[in-house]
C-alpha cells in the first residue's frame, strides 16, 4: 500500500517563499504522475503543477508558472513543491497526488493529507 506524507506548510508574508514535501512509503514499481492540486476555501481543487514521463515533463496552471517549482528526488521517493513570489491568492490547502502501479499489472492512486498554506498581504 503506497501512503504520502505531506509537510512544509504554514504562513508566509506576501513575496516569501515556501517549500512542499511529499513522501511515498510503500513498494512503488513504476511512478507515471506526481502532481501538486490545491483547494481554497469555496473553491474546487486545482492542478498547479505535476510531473509526468518519469519526471521528464512538467507542467504548471498559469497561475503559477514562474514562482512556483516542482522536482523530485527518486532516491528519496519524494516530490517538492518550491514556491516563491508568494501571493495572498495561493493561500489554500496543498494536496499531492501520485500514479503509478505496485506491480506490472497492479495501479494505484493515492492523495497526501493536505497542507495548509497561507499567504498574508
Known amino acids: 500500500q503506497v501512503q504520502l506524507v505531506e509537510s512544509g506548510g504554514g504562513l508566509v508574508q506576501a513575496g516569501g517563499s515556501l517549500r512542499l514535501s511529499c513522501a511515498a512509503s510503500?513498494?512503488?514499481?513504476?511512478?507515471?504522475?506526481m502532481g501538486w492540486y490545491r483547494q481554497a476555501p469555496g473553491s474546487e481543487r486545482e492542478l498547479v503543477a505535476s510531473?509526468?514521463?518519469?519526471?521528464?515533463?512538467?507542467s504548471y496552471a498559469d497561475s503559477v508558472k514562474g514562482r512556483f517549482t516542482i522536482s523530485r528526488d527518486s532516491t528519496k521517493n519524494t516530490v517538492y513543491l518550491q514556491m516563491t513570489s508568494l501571493k495572498p491568492e495561493d493561500t489554500a490547502s496543498y494536496y499531492c497526488?501520485?500514479?503509478?502501479?505496485?506491480?506490472?499489472?497492479?495501479?494505484?492512486?493515492?492523495w497526501g493529507q493536505g497542507t495548509l498554506v497561507t499567504v498574508s498581504s
Open positions: 497526488n501520485l500514479m503509478g502501479r505496485t506491480s506490472a499489472y497492479r495501479r494505484f492512486e493515492v
Open positions: 510503500g513498494t512503488i514499481y513504476r511512478t507515471d504522475f
Open positions: 510531473l509526468t514521463s518519469g519526471g521528464a515533463t512538467t
